[in-house]
């Protein structure tokens, strides 16, 4: 329990120094133990409000998710699971559409180019 003021100030009057002094202590100790979580508390509110000017800057637009203004692919696992936005690099091209491979947790994405009629001669 957190010593307060005026249990300090009665041990003072009656002559408890000693007693004041240690319930001082303790009350300093409370308020730097208080300080330091609340400069944890405070990091932690910055942190969260980045993921959430994030998360509100960012639009999903299968597969892959966008942040505004940016017109390069994120990787959709990498965001919903870590909440970090990493782009993917320049795909490589094959049959069915361009592979995508996250560079972070390397997730490939075949991203269907628009539907290609094939036609067949028979």
């Known amino acids: 329990m957190i010593p307060n003021f005026k249990e300090i100030i009665d041990l003072v ?8 002094q240690e319930k001082i202590m303790e009350l300093r100790e409370a ?18 409000e980045k993921i ?23 990787c959709p696992r990498c965001w919903e699971v870590n909440h970090k936005a990493i782009h993917y690099p320049a795909p490589f091209n094959n049959v069915d559409g361009p592979n995508y491979t996250c560079p ?7 991203h269907p180019q628009r539907q290609r009629q094939r036609q067949t001669t028979y």
């Open 31 to 48: 308020t730097i133990k208080l300080q330091q979580e609340n400069s944890e508390l405070l990091e932690k509110v910055k942190v969260l």
């Open 13 to 20: 009057k009656k002559g408890a120094t000693i007693e004041a």
């Open 52 to 74: 959430i000017d994030k998360k509100l800057s960012m639009k999903f637009e299968s597969p892959f998710y966008y942040a505004n203004g940016d017109n390069v692919p994120h």
């Open 104 to 110: 972070q947790c390397k997730t490939v994405i075949t």
